[in-house]
């Protein structure tokens, strides 16, 4: 028990919801499942999931348990736009909205300014991207480089690349309070020990 204890408080120091990802619309059951556990694996504990037309769908046997350690904040109501209802949410907690788009207006992510605001990462649906709604109403557009024939990564590539870039500026940085509170990581340590 000690042991489980010293571990939840070494992956806890790590932990964070400064940086939170937003998905919408993802469809293909192999990219939702990786992508939770990529977020699971740099330390973030909330992922907000939209589901405007595809319903988001859970692969419990290649999640081995991950998501039970994670927040995962659904958005589904079939009457309402649920990604300005997620936004909306996001931006009332002081997140930037940060869309991942080939928009004329996206800068390279390793541009990414952490220390402005909290940052909510936004990747759109596998096919056509970002929504209508999400373009107007997210905060600014990064894009990840590529230098060859292919315009696109794979959803759950692209997750993996921009989290690497965000998460290593944030743990180097000197100047952003991004950790759990001690209230949020208690609460988390007694919920995981529970499991």
């Known amino acids: 028990m000690n042991e489980n204890i010293e571990n939840f408080e070494k992956i806890l120091s790590y932990r964070t919801k400064y940086i939170t990802v937003v998905l919408e619309d993802i469809y293909q059951i192999h990219n939702a499942n990786s992508i939770i556990r990529i977020c699971e694996s740099f330390g973030i504990q909330d992922i907000h999931i939209i589901e405007n037309y595809n319903q988001f ?15 995962i904040i659904r958005y589904n109501n079939p009457r309402h736009n649920n990604t300005k ?10 997140y930037r909205v940060i869309a991942t788009s080939l928009n004329e207006n996206a800068y390279n992510i390793e541009e990414i300014d952490i220390s402005k605001s909290k940052i909510a990462l936004v990747f759109g649906t596998e096919e056509n991207g970002l929504s209508q709604t999400g373009k107007q109403e997210a905060d600014e557009f990064v894009k990840i480089p590529m230098y060859g024939f292919t315009q696109s990564f794979n959803v759950s590539v692209s997750v993996g690349i921009a989290l690497s870039e965000v998460m ?11 950790e759990l509170s001690k209230i949020e990581a208690q609460s988390l340590k007694s919920k995981w020990s529970k499991f």
Do not use: A, I
């Open 57 to 71: 769908k859970f692969d419990y046997d290649f999640l081995l348990g991950v998501s039970d350690y994670m927040n």
């Open 85 to 94: 209802k997620c936004f909306d949410y996001l931006k009332k907690n002081d």
């Open 168 to 178: 290593e500026k944030l743990h180097s940085s000197n100047n952003v309070n991004w």
